[in-house]
T-cell receptor
Framework: NAGVMQNPRHLVRRRGQEARLRCSPM?????VYWYRQLPEEGLKFMVY????????ESGMPKERFSAEFPKEGPSILRIQQVVRGDSAAYFC??????????????FGPGTRLTVL | DQQVKQNSPSLSVQEGRISILNCDYT??????FLWYKKYPAEGPTFLIS?????DKNEDGRFTVFLNKSAKHLSLHIVPSQPGDSAVYFC????????????FGQGTRLTINP
């Protein structure tokens, strides 16, 4: 029973390039969340998705960032025209839907993005 | 606007003694609280949670206490073991409906042999 999978684990990009981060939730989980952790800080919520729907993107920067969770395949967090300030660890989490009640979220190992 | 605060960046405890990690929150809408443990280069691992209808939840060596009037929660680990050395994050959410977690800044716990 695999946990939350994220790839790549490490990603290096030059300023102006695009970064694509992938997340496969745990089997049976229909909710996906993306969080960002800057050095020496806590995790900050970015976006919450269900299959084919963005439910809450209140934590996502308005420009350059987008997320999707298609009917088939992993969730993708895309960062266009990366800047040095995007360097961080990006964590994906998933949770099951249990009669609309919040359940603990299970986290993947993260993708560490470095922008040169 | 830091809605969840962990005011101690680090804590050092002797092996076998009790570790107490603290967390304060400001948003009275939060009604579900969680503790996560994180090792370097790994994702957070869920430890224990508590709903606002309770004031205590226990799971083995881990106990979480919630004081709603003070908007304060704490995690007790007893006895502390070397493998407990990690960064601990408290998180809060609104329980109804799957909701985002709001995290504190974390406390680095070091257990000394």
């Amino acid at each position: 029973n695999a946990g939350v999978m994220q790839n790549p684990r490490h990603l290096v990009r030059r300023r102006g390039q695009e970064a694509r981060l992938r997340c496969s939730p745990m089997k049976g989980h229909s909710h996906v969340y993306w969080y960002r952790q800057l050095p020496e800080e806590g995790l900050k919520f970015m976006v919450y998705l269900q299959k084919e729907n963005i439910i809450d993107e209140s934590g996502m920067p308005k420009e350059r960032f987008s997320a999707e969770f298609p009917k088939e395949g992993p969730s993708i967090l895309r960062i266009q025209q990366v800047v040095r300030g995007d360097s961080a660890a990006y964590f994906c989490a998933s949770s099951p839907e249990l009669a609309g009640i919040t359940y603990e979220q299970f986290f993947g190992p993260g993708t560490r993005l470095t922008v040169l | 606007d830091q809605q969840v605060k962990q005011n101690s960046p680090s804590l050092s405890v002797q092996e076998g003694r009790i570790s107490i990690l603290n967390c304060d929150y400001t948003n009275s809408m939060f009604d579900y609280f969680l503790w996560y443990k994180k090792y370097p280069a790994e994702g957070p691992t869920f430890l224990i949670s508590i709903s606002s209808i309770k004031d205590k939840n226990e799971d083995g060596r881990f106990t979480v206490f919630l004081n709603k009037s003070a908007k304060h929660l704490s995690l007790h680990i007893v006895p502390s073991q070397p493998g407990d050395s990690a960064v601990y994050f408290c998180a809060a959410s609104v329980r109804q409906g799957a909701q985002k977690l709001v995290f504190g800044q974390g406390t680095r716990l070091t257990i000394n042999p």
